[in-house]
């Protein structure tokens, strides 16, 4: 028995595989026209943007954890079960804000590349 490695959906010859609009060949064919690297580098540009705002917004809610420890008197003297509180909400706090993030920034990349590939299709 052979291994079959399967990259991609099945489909008939000459049919498309479903979730694939347009051949390949097209979607090079929009890249090199003055419209297509148009439709590019704004997409480029807008998965940019997206990166930036993820990220200086993961950096500031992570900031503000010491600064929240800071400010609330006694927060950092406290303890749950004999650590820390700082060293929990460091520890424990910060993974549903990198869920969070992600989730964000997967869903919005992929709305942006959905946007282009209809763009990119009305040529």
């Known amino acids: 028995m052979t291994r079959v490695r399967v990259t991609a959906p099945l489909a008939s010859p000459g049919t ?16 090199d026209s ?6 590019v ?5 807008s998965q940019l943007r997206l990166a930036l705002v993820v990220a200086g917004g993961f950096l500031l ?5 010491p600064v929240v420890l800071v400010l609330v008197p006694g ?10 509180f700082g060293w929990l ?6 993974y549903p804000v990198i869920g969070l993030s992600a989730w964000l920034y997967v ?10 590939r209809d763009l990119a299709g009305e040529q």
Not at 89 to 94: N, P, Q, T, Y
């Open 16 to 31: 498309p595989a479903r979730g694939v609009p347009r051949p390949l060949e097209s979607r090079e064919a929009a890249q």
């Open 34 to 39: 003055d419209v297509g690297q148009v439709f």
């Open 41 to 45: 580098r704004s997409l480029i540009r």
């Open 61 to 65: 809610i992570l900031a503000a954890f």
């Open 75 to 84: 927060l950092a003297d406290a303890r749950i079960a004999g650590i820390p």
């Open 89 to 94: 909400l460091l520890g424990a706090g910060i």
């Open 107 to 116: 869903r919005t990349a992929a709305r942006n590349e959905a946007r282009y």
